[in-house]
């Protein structure tokens, strides 16, 4: 699907084949900043709690009736609620801090790939992650580092199928939804290369969920 997704976007922007990774990473990002802000915006009343809205006029040609009652379905879900509380609580007192200022994981991705001269297009997310958390002394803190060595060891266990995973496991958080897919029924739009230049000429102030 992410290939699929991948070609239709090629369609749109001329995208070098190196630049995959970040430019689909980037597109997810887009694509759940839109949800969330779809739902701040018109599920949710002065106090927050929900509104069993109409699907905006505005969005129609993007959304069709059945994805927005899905999302809709999916916003008031207790699964969905619990963790969504859980990582909000989680991002408001980091226990691992982002030490990269204003350096996001896309650049910083780039950034260690072209000093080690690598051919890869992307980094286990385990390497960006503990890069991420080096300050300016270079020297990762303990904690930190004990993650990375449970990935490392992770690692070397699992088949190279079950490996995505791996830092969510670690840290024993859930595995992150709102990756680049299209699942219509569980509440996702699906992503396309016009969704995406929509999205980013729309003037929306989103926050990633």
Known sequence: MADDQHEEIKQCFNIEEERRGFCMKLAGKLLRG???FLSSKFL???DGNFVDAELPKKYESLISAEEWEAFKSKRQDPVFQR????????ASSPAYPYRKGRVGYGRLEQSMLQKEESSETSLPAHVLWKEARVGKSGVPQEEVLHVYQKCEELSQSLSPDDTKGILSRALD???YYGRV????SRGHFPL????VVTILSDGWQGKSA
């Open 44 to 46: 949710k009343d002065a």
């Open 181 to 184: 897919r299209a699942e219509h």
């Open 83 to 90: 963790i969504s509380a859980t990582n909000r609580e989680r």
């Open 192 to 195: 396309s290369a016009v969704f």
């Open 173 to 175: 958080v859930p595995e």
């Open 34 to 36: 839109f949800r969330t």
